[in-house]
């Protein structure tokens, strides 16, 4: 699947950084078109680690529609947890009719080694990648965002805790193996009035193959999308 013009424009100006005309951003990545995505499976940062020139941009925003394309790209780069989503859509797809699109609260492609430097210095691309995230959420309005891991819902709720609705404070004490049982743990809004509902998961490094382990979000999938 090729993008259009217009959207290209879109990842054009999230993913390029234009001081150094590189790609530094990988706002999302999935199968199909994301605007008919009701699923967001999101974690803390892009797993992928790379460089690419803007004058790979074309190639590179049809992957994000392509997942065997992206594969093709970065195939000697995908982590446990890549592995894991990638399952986890599928499932979703075959069982449920519904695509997902993976994104992460910060889309800013780093070295994990540097990420507390860049945190702590307040780079501005690091910055960006929030600002990054939160346009590619509200522009494509899912209906159901994933959190997986500690480390993402610990910097979601850094990130977005006071525009929650409906959220307890005690959950902040919960495991996200307890959080993961409890099904919808609060809701988001969205621009357009609409409120995303917020669900959180161990992470997807632990999914497999076939997730036999994450039956209780299964449910909760089967419920809210059917």
Same mark, same amino acid.
């Given at each position: 699947?090729?993008?259009?013009?217009?959207?290209?424009?879109?990842?054009?100006?999230?993913?390029?950084?234009?001081?150094?005309?590189?790609?530094?951003?990988?706002?999302?990545?999935?199968?199909?078109?994301?605007?008919?995505?009701?699923?967001?499976?999101?974690?803390?940062?892009?797993?992928?680690?790379?460089?690419?020139?803007?004058?790979?941009?074309?190639?590179?925003?049809?992957?994000?529609?392509?997942?065997?394309?992206?594969?093709?790209?970065?195939?000697?780069?995908?982590?446990?947890?890549?592995?894991?989503?990638?399952?986890?859509?599928?499932?979703?797809?075959?069982?449920?009719?519904?695509?997902?699109?993976?994104?992460?609260?910060?889309?800013?492609?780093?070295?994990?080694?540097?990420?507390?430097?860049?945190?702590?210095?307040?780079?501005?691309?690091?910055?960006?990648?929030?600002?990054?995230?939160?346009? %590619? #959420?509200?522009?494509?309005?899912?209906?159901?965002?994933?959190?997986? @891991?500690? !480390?993402?819902?610990? $910097?979601?709720?850094?990130?977005?805790?006071?525009?929650?609705?409906?959220?307890?404070?005690?959950?902040?004490?919960?495991?996200?193996?307890?959080?993961?049982?409890?099904?919808?743990?609060?809701?988001?809004?969205?621009?357009?009035?609409?409120?995303?509902? %917020? #669900?959180?998961?161990?992470?997807?490094?632990?999914?497999?193959?076939? @997730?036999? !382990?994450?039956?209780? $979000?299964?449910?909760?999938?089967?419920?809210?999308?059917?």
């Amino acid at each position: 699947m090729s993008v259009s013009k217009g959207f290209f424009k879109k990842i054009q100006q999230w993913a390029v950084d234009k001081q150094s005309d590189s790609i530094a951003f990988l706002p999302f990545q999935g199968d199909g078109n994301p605007y008919k995505s009701k699923v967001f499976l999101v974690g803390t940062k892009p797993e992928l680690e790379f460089h690419m020139d803007a004058g790979d941009i074309e190639i590179y925003a049809d992957s994000l529609v392509d997942s065997r394309l992206f594969h093709d790209v970065f195939h000697d780069e995908m982590s446990r947890e890549y592995i894991g989503s990638i399952n986890f859509a599928k499932w979703v797809k075959e069982h449920l009719n519904e695509s997902v699109t993976l994104s992460s609260i910060n889309c800013y492609i780093s070295d994990p080694a540097n990420l507390k430097q860049l945190k702590k210095s307040k780079d501005p691309l690091y910055i960006q990648g929030f600002e990054v995230f939160q346009q %590619v #959420l509200h522009e494509f309005e899912p209906y159901i965002l994933i959190l997986h @891991g500690a !480390s993402t819902f610990k $910097l979601f709720l850094n990130q977005f805790q006071h525009q929650l609705v409906d959220f307890k404070e005690q959950d902040l004490k919960e495991t996200v193996a307890n959080l993961e049982q409890k099904g919808v743990i609060a809701k988001l809004p969205l621009n357009n009035g609409r409120y995303i509902n %917020v #669900l959180v998961c161990r992470s997807m490094g632990y999914f497999g193959k076939e @997730g036999n !382990s994450f039956g209780h $979000l299964k449910s909760t999938l089967n419920m809210l999308l059917r």
